[in-house]
C-alpha cells in the first residue's frame, strides 16, 4: 500500500509516475483517520489543505518543472514549528488559537524540497511538560515518550513516512525508541531553529524521525543549511548525509562503550541486548569508565534547560502561571533560585564538552549506548528518563537511534549510536554498516539453524 512506503522510495515512485503525491496523501489521510483516534498523534489536520498541496506537486511534475528530492512526500511537523497557514500551538491551550504570519526555516526547507506538510504533531506542553495524550501505536497502554511523541506515533503507525521533531534533552531519540523508529539528530546548528518554540536556545535542537535509515539521512540533507537568524547555525559546508549513508567505510568502524553513571537504571533486556550487541562486534567495541565530568554535565544541563526555559517564559505575555501544566510549577520555582554564576558556568561547560569529544572522536567512528533505559512507561507513569541522551546533546553531538531491540512486554526498544560533530555522514556510514553487519550475522544464523534442522 501506499502508506507503506518510505520517503526514498515515494519520492522515486512519484518522479517516475507510478503514483502521484495526490494518491500518495489521500492514503496517509485515510490511514489517519482509521487509527488516529486510538493513538492521537496528531494536533491538528486539514484535509483539504494537504490534499491542495498535493495536487499543486503533482501539477509541477506533469508540467516537467524542477522535481525536489520530497517532491510530494508527506510530512509531519512537531506543533512548535511556525507555518502561515496552519495554527501552531506549542502544546498548550494558552496559545491555542495561536496563528504565524511566517514559515519556520524547516517548512522553508521542506517546501523547497517539494513536501507536503501533511499536518502538526502533537508535542507535551511548551514541548517539556507532562507526558501529552498521544499513545504507543504498539500497545495504547504505553506512552510514545516526550515531547516529540506525535511525530515519532504517526511515523510509527504508518500514518506519514517521515515527521520532524526537536531536542533539548531526549526527545527525538527517546520517543523514536519507544515507537520502534529510526530516530536522528545532527550535529547542534546543522539545522536552523528559526520559527520554533524556544525552550533554551542554548541546547534546542531539531530532529526527524523516518522508518529506514536511509530516510533519516535524507530528511538531514533536505533540512541542512546556514540561517544568519539562528546563532547556533554555522557558515560552513555540511556533511551530505545521504552520501554517508551509502559509503562503504574504509576499514572496520571501532566502537566506544561508556559505563555510565545511570547503567544501573537499565532494564535487564536492554542491558542483556545491548551487551549481545557488542559480542557481535567481538574487539571493534572498547569498554571505558564515564569520565567524573560527565556526572556533572547532567546537573549542568538541567541548569541551562531550567534557567533559560524560565527566561523564555517570562518574555511571553500571553502565559500566566496558574495556566500552564502543573508539572512545570516546581521547574519553574527551581529555576528562580539558579544564580547567574552557575548558569554561565554550566555554559562553560558545554564549550569544555564540545572539546573533550573533538579529540576522543580521533580515535572512535561512534559510540554506543542505549537510546532510552527500556521501553515505553506505561500511560500516567509519565514519559521516560532522557538520561540516555543529555551528555551527547549537551555536547551538541549527533544521534542516531536504530530500532534493533526488544523489551520485556515486546514492545520496542533502541540502540543509539552517537559521532563527532560535523561527521554526520561519518555517523550515519557507520550506523549503515552495523545495519547490514547485523543483517548478514542473522541471516548466516538463519541458514546454519536451517541447515541443522
Known sequence: MAWQLSAHDAAEKIREGQITSLELVSACLERIKASDKDIGAWAFIDKDLALSQAEDMDCLRREGRPIGPLHG?????????????MPTAWGT??????????DAAVIDRLREAGAVILGKTVTTELAFAGAGPTRNPHNGRHTAGGSSAGSAAAVAAGQAPVAIGSQTNGSVIRPAA??????????????????????SQSLDQVGVMARSLQDVALMG????????????????????????????????????????????????ATRQGLEELMEVLGGQVERLSAPKSFSDVIKHHQTIHEYEFLHNLEGDPAVRPDEIHETL???????????????????????????????????????????????APLIGDGAGDPICSTIWTFAGLPCVTLPWLTGETGLPAGVQLIGSAEEDDRLLRTAAWLEQQLADTAGNNAVAETTEG
Open 221 to 268: 540533507d533536505v533540512l541542512a543549511g546556514f540561517d544568519p537568524a539562528d546563532p547556533s547555525s554555522y557558515a560552513r559546508p555540511k556533511p551530505k548525509m545521504l552520501e554517508g549513508y551509502r559509503a562503504t567505510p574504509p576499514v572496520e568502524p571501532a566502537f566506544a562503550w561508556f559505563d555510565m553513571p545511570y547503567a544501573g537504571q537499565l532494564s535487564e
Open 178 to 199: 519507544f515507537c520502534g523508529t529510526y530516530g536522528f539528530k545532527p550535529t547542534r546548528g546543522i539545522i536552523s531553529r528559526r520559527g520554533c518554540l524556544r525552550t
Open 329 to 375: 510549577a516546581p521547574i519553574i520555582e527551581r529555576a528562580r533560585r539558579i544564580s547567574e554564576d552557575d548558569y554561565h558556568l554550566a555554559l562553560a561547560m558545554v564549550a569544555a564538552a564540545e572539546d573533550f569529544f573533538k579529540i576522543f572522536f580521533n580515535d572512535y567512528d561512534a559510540v554506543l549506548a542505549p537510546a532510552a533505559l527500556g521501553e
Open 93 to 102: 491551550k494558552i496559545h491555542a488559537s495561536r496563528q504565524p504570519e511566517s
Open 73 to 85: 512526500v508527506p510530512v509531519g511537523v512537531k506543533d512548535i514549528f511556525d507555518s502561515k497557514d
